[in-house]
Nanobody, 126 residues
């Protein structure tokens, strides 16, 4: 059974770095041809794709967040991680990890991803 689970602090202070981990079970994050993404949804807004790491280790970032985002993986733990630096209250959102079977040129996030984590709320506040 495929399962993704996000973990990390629920509260981050402004200017600090947000760090989240996604743990995958039911397979390997190196299995061809899957792409592992971070997606967020601010309150009252739509889904926003942030970036992805491919089965091969190639990394892709949203142009709007590229300067503040870092994605990596630990294949021994079947995990991939998100770091978002210099956060502000506008980064408050539910953060999801998700899996797609195609490269990150997504037009319909709801349809393009077959597996999602349950999401984790991250609030940026002092």
């Amino acid at each position: 059974q495929v399962q993704l689970q996000e973990s990390g602090p629920g509260l981050v202070k402004p200017s600090q770095t947000l760090s989240l981990i996604c743990t995958f079970s039911g397979g390997s994050i190196t299995t061809k041809f899957y792409f592992w993404s971070w997606i967020r949804q601010p309150p009252g807004k739509g889904l926003e794709w942030m970036g992805a790491i491919a089965y091969s280790g190639d990394i892709y970032y949203s142009p709007s967040l590229k300067s503040r985002t870092s994605i990596s993986r630990d294949t021994s733990k079947n995990q991939f991680t998100l770091q978002l630096s210099s956060v502000t209250p506008e980064d408050t959102a539910v953060y999801y990890c998700a899996r797609a079977d195609k490269p990150p040129y997504y037009k319909d996030l709801g349809a393009d991803f077959g597996s999602w984590g349950q999401g984790t709320q991250v609030t940026v506040s002092s």
